[in-house]
């Protein structure tokens, strides 16, 4: 049986068996609504469902709720027998803490009994899926950005940046500019998410957004109100490139990138630079990579970033899952030759033993 690989996102879970030129067979949303405990919808449920975000800014934050949903992926989705559990890779957020990793392979070999584990980070696991070993991801993910330069393998920490905004503060950033030309309507987030999905894109740069006076599109909600969309799609992405609209004191996503390589030695940077990876939700927005890579010309650095594709044989929409596809490929070389963690190293060591085993 292959071995399963699992990328918990903040807003979607990806899990499938380690396939690498196709997409995870699993992708769910990670946040779950809590039943009563008898199963029958209670009183306060039939007014407002209790949803429960297991994983939060890419961390695990609620353990209950995230044993219950891998139970459900594991068992129910991907037909795993309870008694005859097999290999698990899990792939790492940028600077995850000791403790929650422990957890993690705690959780893994006392409760769903797996007979080997590994875990990565997701830069590294990025950088995998389009060939490369080193290079720097960018990934915008639903709760965090994070800018990871990556030399022969290794995450440089000292480098690396993690910016707690994401998708999530831009589908709210689009919620108030909405609210703003559309008042009479009340939103509801998930329409919102939705309609940033759709419509959200970047303009040709700074200048073109603060002259642009672009044509209203109508869009029906669910409920049957229609609201008009206008300049507010194009504010969604600028956000990303000028941060103070979001309210931030920060540089733009290609400036951080930059200085943070620049904190790499010189030898490395145009290594880094030159193969620079976008992963993430958020960068399959229209216009953004074009907005990125003209922002990146403009650099007043020697060597300018410039973006990787993905090979052909990927799958789709490789951004979306990149980190996923990338622990496919690692799952390939490190359970066939012995380089995971088994339940007799754990036993031996205890959940410690992760942070030797898994780099």
Sequence with gaps: ME????????????????????????????????????????????????????????????????????????????????GNEGQILFTDPLLTPKAVRERLVQLMFETFN????????????????????????????????DIAPVIEGAVQHI????????????????????????????????DVEKIKEMYACCAEDDLAYEKMSCQDETHTLPDGQVITIGKERYTVGEALFQPAILGLEAHGIVEQLVRSISTVSSENHRQLLENTVLCGGTVSMD??????????????SAV?????????????????????????????????????????????????????KCF
Aim: aromatic share 8%; charged share 25%; proline share 6%.
């Design 159 to 190: 480098a690396s940046k993690r910016l707690e905004i994401g998708g999530i503060e831009l589908t709210n950033l689009l919620s108030q500019e909405l609210g703003k030309s559309n008042p009479l309507i009340k939103l509801d987030i998930s």
């Design 304 to 356: 300018r970033p410039s973006l990787v594709k993905a090979p052909e044989y990927m799958p789709e929409d490789l951004t979306m899952y990149s980190a996923w596809v990338g622990g496919a490929i690692l799952a390939k070389v490190v359970f066939p030759q012995n380089q995971h963690m088994t339940k007799a190293d754990y036993d031996e060591t205890g959940p410690s033993i992760v942070h030797r």
């Design 3 to 82: 071995a399963v690989v699992v990328d918990a996102g903040s807003k979607l879970l990806k899990a499938g068996f380690a396939v690498p030129d196709q997409k995870p067979s699993m992708i769910i949303p990670t946040q779950m609504k809590r039943m009563p405990e008898d199963g029958s919808p209670s009183e306060t449920s039939m007014t407002e469902d209790i949803t429960v975000d297991p994983v939060v800014r890419g961390f695990i934050k609620d353990w209950d709720a995230m044993e219950d949903l891998l139970h459900h992926i594991l068992y129910n989705g991907l037909g795993w027998e309870i």
């Design 114 to 145: 797996v007979s080997g584990f590994y875990a990565t980070e997701q830069a590294v696991l990025s950088l995998y899926a389009v060939g490369r070993i080193s290079g720097c991801t960018v990934d915008i993910g639903h709760g965090k950005i």
């Design 287 to 300: 216009g953004f990579e074009d907005r990125f890579q003209k922002e990146a010309n403009l650099c007043s």
